[in-house]
Protein backbone atom coordinates (compact mmCIF):
# COMPACT_ATOMS: atom_id res chain seq x y z
CA UNK A 1 0.00 0.00 0.00
CA UNK A 2 3.13 2.38 0.40
CA UNK A 3 3.83 1.86 -2.88
CA UNK A 4 0.21 2.66 -3.98
CA UNK A 5 0.13 5.73 -2.02
CA UNK A 6 3.75 6.90 -3.28
CA UNK A 7 2.89 6.24 -6.90
CA UNK A 8 -0.24 8.35 -6.58
CA UNK A 9 1.95 11.12 -4.84
CA UNK A 10 3.86 11.01 -7.85
CA UNK A 11 1.28 11.98 -10.31
CA UNK A 12 -0.17 14.64 -8.19
CA UNK A 13 -3.67 13.12 -7.66
CA UNK A 14 -5.78 13.27 -4.02
CA UNK A 15 -4.90 9.98 -2.68
CA UNK A 16 -7.46 10.03 0.15
CA UNK A 17 -10.27 10.78 -2.17
CA UNK A 18 -9.13 8.39 -4.41
CA UNK A 19 -9.41 5.50 -1.62
CA UNK A 20 -12.62 7.19 -1.10
CA UNK A 21 -14.21 6.43 -4.61
CA UNK A 22 -12.09 2.98 -5.05
CA UNK A 23 -13.65 1.50 -1.66
CA UNK A 24 -16.75 2.25 -2.30
CA UNK A 25 -16.93 0.93 -5.70
CA UNK A 26 -14.95 -2.24 -5.52
CA UNK A 27 -17.41 -2.75 -2.29
CA UNK A 28 -20.35 -2.14 -4.24
CA UNK A 29 -19.50 -4.65 -7.37
CA UNK A 30 -18.05 -7.52 -4.80
CA UNK A 31 -21.00 -7.70 -2.99
CA UNK A 32 -24.02 -6.65 -6.29
CA UNK A 33 -21.47 -9.85 -8.16
CA UNK A 34 -21.38 -12.09 -5.19
CA UNK A 35 -24.97 -12.20 -4.26
CA UNK A 36 -26.27 -13.90 -7.84
CA UNK A 37 -24.25 -16.54 -7.18
CA UNK A 38 -25.08 -17.09 -3.39
CA UNK A 39 -29.04 -16.87 -4.36
CA UNK A 40 -28.32 -19.87 -6.52
CA UNK A 41 -26.41 -21.74 -4.06
CA UNK A 42 -29.46 -20.98 -1.77
CA UNK A 43 -32.14 -22.31 -4.05
CA UNK A 44 -29.99 -25.44 -4.97
CA UNK A 45 -29.10 -26.34 -1.07
CA UNK A 46 -32.55 -24.96 0.07
CA UNK A 47 -30.69 -22.56 2.60
CA UNK A 48 -33.86 -20.52 2.46
CA UNK A 49 -35.71 -18.43 5.16
CA UNK A 50 -38.94 -19.64 6.16
CA UNK A 51 -41.62 -17.62 7.01
CA UNK A 52 -42.42 -17.40 10.66
CA UNK A 53 -44.76 -15.73 13.80
CA UNK A 54 -42.70 -12.29 13.26
CA UNK A 55 -42.01 -12.52 9.59
CA UNK A 56 -43.26 -9.77 7.16
CA UNK A 57 -42.78 -11.98 3.72
CA UNK A 58 -45.20 -14.80 2.75
CA UNK A 59 -42.61 -17.46 1.13
CA UNK A 60 -38.91 -18.86 1.07
CA UNK A 61 -36.26 -16.15 0.26
CA UNK A 62 -32.52 -16.91 0.40
CA UNK A 63 -30.90 -15.37 3.64
CA UNK A 64 -27.33 -15.23 3.61
CA UNK A 65 -26.93 -11.74 1.81
CA UNK A 66 -24.47 -10.92 4.71
CA UNK A 67 -22.10 -13.16 3.37
CA UNK A 68 -21.16 -11.15 0.35
CA UNK A 69 -21.38 -8.04 2.66
CA UNK A 70 -18.88 -9.51 4.56
CA UNK A 71 -16.52 -10.17 1.60
CA UNK A 72 -16.53 -6.88 0.21
CA UNK A 73 -16.21 -5.40 3.42
CA UNK A 74 -13.19 -7.43 4.61
CA UNK A 75 -11.46 -6.59 0.79
CA UNK A 76 -11.72 -3.31 0.61
CA UNK A 77 -11.88 -2.57 4.65
CA UNK A 78 -8.37 -4.63 4.66
CA UNK A 79 -7.00 -2.88 1.11
CA UNK A 80 -7.76 0.96 2.10
CA UNK A 81 -8.28 0.97 5.68
CA UNK A 82 -5.71 -1.35 6.68
CA UNK A 83 -4.33 0.88 9.55
CA UNK A 84 -7.61 0.14 11.46
CA UNK A 85 -6.57 -3.61 11.73
CA UNK A 86 -3.33 -2.43 12.76
CA UNK A 87 -4.45 0.38 15.64
CA UNK A 88 -7.34 -2.42 16.46
CA UNK A 89 -5.78 -6.00 16.72
CA UNK A 90 -8.74 -8.02 17.60
CA UNK A 91 -11.12 -6.77 14.92
CA UNK A 92 -11.05 -8.58 11.98
CA UNK A 93 -11.03 -11.85 13.91
CA UNK A 94 -13.95 -10.53 15.94
CA UNK A 95 -15.76 -10.06 12.48
CA UNK A 96 -14.59 -13.76 10.91
CA UNK A 97 -16.37 -14.87 14.26
CA UNK A 98 -19.60 -13.21 13.73
CA UNK A 99 -19.37 -14.07 10.07
CA UNK A 100 -19.38 -18.27 11.24
CA UNK A 101 -22.20 -17.77 14.06
CA UNK A 102 -24.29 -15.66 11.82
CA UNK A 103 -23.73 -18.40 8.99
CA UNK A 104 -24.61 -21.24 11.50
CA UNK A 105 -27.61 -19.42 13.02
CA UNK A 106 -29.05 -18.42 9.45
CA UNK A 107 -28.58 -22.15 8.34
CA UNK A 108 -29.12 -23.97 11.01
CA UNK A 109 -30.48 -21.65 13.71
CA UNK A 110 -28.57 -21.57 17.17
CA UNK A 111 -29.68 -21.62 20.34
CA UNK A 112 -30.29 -17.52 21.67
CA UNK A 113 -27.80 -18.74 25.10
CA UNK A 114 -25.20 -20.32 22.09
CA UNK A 115 -25.56 -16.90 20.36
CA UNK A 116 -25.28 -14.92 23.13
CA UNK A 117 -22.51 -16.23 24.33
CA UNK A 118 -20.22 -16.11 21.09
CA UNK A 119 -21.36 -12.30 21.04
CA UNK A 120 -20.22 -12.40 24.33
CA UNK A 121 -16.48 -13.51 23.62
CA UNK A 122 -16.48 -11.10 20.48
CA UNK A 123 -17.24 -8.20 22.19
CA UNK A 124 -14.91 -8.95 24.94
CA UNK A 125 -11.84 -10.06 22.55
CA UNK A 126 -12.53 -6.43 21.12
CA UNK A 127 -13.14 -4.51 24.29
CA UNK A 128 -10.22 -5.90 26.10
CA UNK A 129 -8.01 -7.06 23.71
CA UNK A 130 -8.18 -3.79 21.44
CA UNK A 131 -9.28 -1.58 24.38
CA UNK A 132 -12.52 0.02 22.41
CA UNK A 133 -13.75 0.91 25.03
CA UNK A 134 -16.78 3.94 26.43
CA UNK A 135 -14.20 5.27 28.97
CA UNK A 136 -16.50 8.68 29.66
CA UNK A 137 -20.18 9.77 30.02
CA UNK A 138 -19.38 13.30 29.17
CA UNK A 139 -22.15 13.87 32.18
CA UNK A 140 -24.79 12.30 31.28
CA UNK A 141 -26.67 11.21 34.65
CA UNK A 142 -23.90 12.92 36.31
CA UNK A 143 -21.45 10.41 35.20
CA UNK A 144 -18.10 11.44 33.92
CA UNK A 145 -15.20 9.53 33.33
CA UNK A 146 -15.72 5.60 34.13
CA UNK A 147 -12.81 3.38 35.45
CA UNK A 148 -11.44 0.42 34.05
CA UNK A 149 -13.94 -1.85 34.96
CA UNK A 150 -16.49 -0.14 34.26
CA UNK A 151 -15.65 0.61 31.14
CA UNK A 152 -15.06 -2.63 30.18
CA UNK A 153 -18.86 -3.90 31.64
CA UNK A 154 -20.57 -0.85 30.17
CA UNK A 155 -18.79 -1.55 26.44
CA UNK A 156 -20.08 -5.40 26.74
CA UNK A 157 -23.47 -4.80 27.16
CA UNK A 158 -23.59 -1.38 24.89
CA UNK A 159 -22.41 -4.12 22.01
CA UNK A 160 -24.38 -6.61 23.06
CA UNK A 161 -27.25 -4.73 22.99
CA UNK A 162 -27.06 -2.68 19.68
CA UNK A 163 -25.89 -5.77 17.73
CA UNK A 164 -29.37 -7.54 19.01
CA UNK A 165 -31.16 -4.43 18.76
CA UNK A 166 -30.10 -4.17 15.08
CA UNK A 167 -31.24 -7.32 14.58
CA UNK A 168 -34.24 -6.72 15.77
CA UNK A 169 -35.04 -3.84 12.95
CA UNK A 170 -34.64 -5.90 10.27
CA UNK A 171 -38.03 -6.93 9.46
CA UNK A 172 -38.43 -5.10 6.47
CA UNK A 173 -37.54 -5.03 2.90
CA UNK A 174 -34.84 -2.16 2.89
CA UNK A 175 -35.00 -1.02 6.44
CA UNK A 176 -32.05 -2.41 8.30
CA UNK A 177 -30.11 -1.88 4.93
CA UNK A 178 -30.91 1.74 4.70
CA UNK A 179 -30.76 2.97 8.14
CA UNK A 180 -27.13 0.98 8.20
CA UNK A 181 -25.94 3.54 5.16
CA UNK A 182 -27.29 6.50 6.78
CA UNK A 183 -25.91 6.27 9.75
CA UNK A 184 -22.43 5.18 8.71
CA UNK A 185 -22.84 8.35 6.33
CA UNK A 186 -23.11 10.11 9.16
CA UNK A 187 -20.24 8.52 11.01
CA UNK A 188 -18.15 8.86 8.04
CA UNK A 189 -18.52 12.77 7.50
CA UNK A 190 -18.07 13.16 10.85
CA UNK A 191 -14.75 11.26 11.15
CA UNK A 192 -14.11 13.54 8.21
CA UNK A 193 -14.43 16.96 9.86
CA UNK A 194 -12.43 15.72 12.40
CA UNK A 195 -8.87 14.89 10.58
CA UNK A 196 -6.76 12.92 8.97
CA UNK A 197 -6.23 10.65 11.88
CA UNK A 198 -9.66 9.45 11.20
CA UNK A 199 -9.51 8.75 7.70
CA UNK A 200 -9.29 5.18 8.28
CA UNK A 201 -12.65 5.40 9.85
CA UNK A 202 -13.97 7.08 6.82
CA UNK A 203 -12.77 4.62 4.47
CA UNK A 204 -14.29 1.78 6.36
CA UNK A 205 -17.48 3.33 6.72
CA UNK A 206 -17.37 4.21 2.70
CA UNK A 207 -16.67 -0.01 2.19
CA UNK A 208 -20.02 -0.77 4.49
CA UNK A 209 -22.04 1.98 2.33
CA UNK A 210 -20.45 0.56 -0.64
CA UNK A 211 -21.51 -3.49 0.42
CA UNK A 212 -24.65 -2.66 1.57
CA UNK A 213 -26.16 -0.59 -1.43
CA UNK A 214 -24.71 -3.60 -3.36
CA UNK A 215 -27.32 -5.69 -1.04
CA UNK A 216 -30.49 -3.17 -1.18
CA UNK A 217 -30.14 -3.67 -5.19
CA UNK A 218 -31.31 -7.32 -4.36
CA UNK A 219 -33.03 -6.83 -1.11
CA UNK A 220 -35.57 -4.20 -2.90
CA UNK A 221 -35.62 -6.00 -6.39
CA UNK A 222 -37.96 -8.31 -7.56
CA UNK A 223 -38.96 -11.71 -6.57
CA UNK A 224 -36.10 -13.74 -8.51
CA UNK A 225 -33.70 -11.80 -7.13
CA UNK A 226 -34.90 -11.31 -3.64
CA UNK A 227 -32.55 -11.79 -0.67
CA UNK A 228 -31.89 -10.72 2.83
CA UNK A 229 -29.36 -9.97 4.87
CA UNK A 230 -30.06 -12.69 7.69
CA UNK A 231 -27.83 -12.40 11.28
CA UNK A 232 -24.67 -12.58 9.52
CA UNK A 233 -25.69 -9.32 7.64
CA UNK A 234 -27.56 -7.52 10.47
CA UNK A 235 -25.06 -8.76 13.29
CA UNK A 236 -22.16 -7.22 11.50
CA UNK A 237 -23.84 -4.10 10.71
CA UNK A 238 -24.57 -3.82 14.33
CA UNK A 239 -21.39 -4.72 15.38
CA UNK A 240 -19.35 -2.25 13.00
CA UNK A 241 -22.29 0.50 13.98
CA UNK A 242 -21.22 -0.10 17.78
CA UNK A 243 -17.49 0.35 17.34
CA UNK A 244 -17.95 3.33 15.16
CA UNK A 245 -20.17 5.02 17.22
CA UNK A 246 -17.47 4.33 20.56
CA UNK A 247 -14.70 5.20 18.14
CA UNK A 248 -16.68 8.81 17.76
CA UNK A 249 -17.04 9.44 21.61
CA UNK A 250 -13.22 8.64 22.12
CA UNK A 251 -12.12 11.56 19.37
CA UNK A 252 -13.71 13.82 21.91
CA UNK A 253 -11.46 12.21 25.02
CA UNK A 254 -8.46 14.25 24.88
CA UNK A 255 -5.06 12.31 24.25
CA UNK A 256 -1.36 12.67 23.23
CA UNK A 257 -0.58 11.51 19.49
CA UNK A 258 1.26 12.01 16.47
CA UNK A 259 -1.69 13.63 14.28
CA UNK A 260 -4.02 13.59 17.38
CA UNK A 261 -6.16 16.92 17.35
CA UNK A 262 -8.13 17.22 20.49
CA UNK A 263 -12.24 18.50 19.86
CA UNK A 264 -14.49 19.03 22.74
CA UNK A 265 -18.19 18.05 22.53
CA UNK A 266 -19.79 17.23 25.48
CA UNK A 267 -23.02 16.01 23.64
CA UNK A 268 -21.01 13.54 22.03
CA UNK A 269 -22.99 10.22 23.54
CA UNK A 270 -26.00 12.47 23.10
CA UNK A 271 -25.20 12.15 19.02
CA UNK A 272 -24.26 8.65 18.59
CA UNK A 273 -27.34 7.72 20.72
CA UNK A 274 -29.63 9.74 18.36
CA UNK A 275 -27.75 8.56 15.36
CA UNK A 276 -28.58 5.06 16.49
CA UNK A 277 -31.94 5.94 17.83
CA UNK A 278 -33.94 3.29 16.33
CA UNK A 279 -32.67 0.25 17.00
CA UNK A 280 -32.80 1.37 20.51
CA UNK A 281 -36.53 3.09 20.62
CA UNK A 282 -37.76 0.06 19.31
CA UNK A 283 -35.88 -2.14 21.33
CA UNK A 284 -36.89 -0.32 24.49
CA UNK A 285 -40.55 -0.20 23.25
CA UNK A 286 -41.29 -4.02 22.61
CA UNK A 287 -39.63 -5.05 26.24
CA UNK A 288 -41.67 -2.19 27.82
CA UNK A 289 -44.91 -3.69 25.65
CA UNK A 290 -43.78 -6.76 26.71
CA UNK A 291 -43.33 -6.69 30.53
CA UNK A 292 -46.79 -4.54 30.68
CA UNK A 293 -48.39 -7.15 29.20
CA UNK A 294 -46.60 -9.75 32.20
CA UNK A 295 -45.09 -11.53 28.59
CA UNK A 296 -41.12 -12.54 28.84
CA UNK A 297 -39.13 -9.80 27.55
CA UNK A 298 -37.62 -12.21 24.56
CA UNK A 299 -41.20 -13.48 23.21
CA UNK A 300 -41.38 -12.94 19.50
CA UNK A 301 -44.48 -10.37 18.23
CA UNK A 302 -45.54 -8.06 15.41
CA UNK A 303 -44.99 -4.87 18.17
CA UNK A 304 -41.81 -3.45 16.56
CA UNK A 305 -42.18 -0.09 14.72
CA UNK A 306 -42.52 -1.53 11.45
CA UNK A 307 -44.99 -3.82 12.16
CA UNK A 308 -47.19 -1.10 13.23
CA UNK A 309 -46.77 0.19 9.65
CA UNK A 310 -47.47 -2.45 7.57
CA UNK A 311 -50.87 -2.86 9.82
CA UNK A 312 -51.89 0.86 8.53
CA UNK A 313 -51.58 -0.58 5.14
CA UNK A 314 -48.49 0.46 3.99
CA UNK A 315 -45.97 -0.97 1.49
CA UNK A 316 -42.73 -1.97 3.14
CA UNK A 317 -40.83 0.48 1.07
CA UNK A 318 -43.19 3.49 2.66
CA UNK A 319 -42.76 2.00 6.10
CA UNK A 320 -39.07 2.71 5.44
CA UNK A 321 -39.44 6.06 3.95
CA UNK A 322 -41.80 7.07 7.00
CA UNK A 323 -38.99 5.67 9.43
CA UNK A 324 -35.98 6.98 7.97
CA UNK A 325 -37.77 10.49 7.42
CA UNK A 326 -38.52 10.71 10.96
CA UNK A 327 -35.51 9.70 12.64
CA UNK A 328 -33.43 11.71 10.24
CA UNK A 329 -35.32 14.56 12.06
CA UNK A 330 -34.54 13.20 15.25
CA UNK A 331 -30.80 13.68 14.15
CA UNK A 332 -31.08 17.19 13.13
CA UNK A 333 -32.42 17.94 16.29
CA UNK A 334 -29.62 16.53 18.53
CA UNK A 335 -27.41 18.22 15.48
CA UNK A 336 -29.16 21.61 16.42
CA UNK A 337 -29.31 21.34 19.89
CA UNK A 338 -25.71 19.78 20.30
CA UNK A 339 -24.94 22.66 22.82
CA UNK A 340 -27.37 22.48 25.13
CA UNK A 341 -27.44 20.72 29.02
CA UNK A 342 -26.29 17.01 27.81
CA UNK A 343 -29.26 15.12 29.79
CA UNK A 344 -32.00 17.74 28.57
CA UNK A 345 -30.40 17.01 24.97
CA UNK A 346 -30.84 13.16 25.53
CA UNK A 347 -34.46 13.90 27.29
CA UNK A 348 -35.67 15.57 24.04
CA UNK A 349 -33.99 13.09 21.54
CA UNK A 350 -35.55 9.64 23.68
CA UNK A 351 -38.89 11.79 24.14
CA UNK A 352 -39.17 12.15 20.21
CA UNK A 353 -37.97 8.66 19.90
CA UNK A 354 -40.85 7.12 21.91
CA UNK A 355 -42.64 9.61 20.08
CA UNK A 356 -41.93 8.01 16.69
CA UNK A 357 -42.63 4.83 17.66
CA UNK A 358 -46.31 5.77 19.12
CA UNK A 359 -47.38 7.67 16.22
CA UNK A 360 -48.77 4.52 13.84
CA UNK A 361 -50.90 3.64 17.48
CA UNK A 362 -52.15 7.58 17.52
CA UNK A 363 -52.58 7.29 13.50
CA UNK A 364 -54.61 4.01 13.60
CA UNK A 365 -57.47 5.25 16.96
CA UNK A 366 -57.57 8.70 15.31
CA UNK A 367 -58.45 6.59 12.16
CA UNK A 368 -61.32 4.54 13.92
CA UNK A 369 -62.54 7.36 15.40
CA UNK A 370 -63.37 8.74 12.52
Known amino acids: MDKIDL ?18 VFSFLITWYSIPTIIKI ?23 GGVAMFFAIAVCASIYAYQLFDLYKFLFASLVILLYVGVMDDIVVMRAYKKLLAQLIVTAMLVIGSDVRIRNLFGVFGVYELNYFLSVIFSIITFIILVNAFNLIDGIDGLAGTYGIICFAFFGISYYRLGEYNYPLV ?26 MGD ?55 IIIRL ?24 HKRATFYIISYYLFIVAVAYFFRHIDVNLLLVIILSLGFLGAYLPNIYSKFKIRN
Not at 241 to 250: G, M, P, R, V, Y
Not at 260 to 271: C, G, R
Not at 294 to 300: I, L, N, Q, T, V
Open 7 to 24: LLQQIDFPIFYLKVVLSF
Open 42 to 64: SRRKNLMDEPGQRSSHERKIPNL
Open 203 to 228: LLSTSIIGAVLGFLYYNLSERTKKIF
Open 232 to 286: TGSMLLGFLLTFTAICFIDIFIAKRGPGVVYYHLSSAPVIAVAILILPIIDTLNV
Open 292 to 315: AEKRSPFDADKNHIHHKLLKLGLS
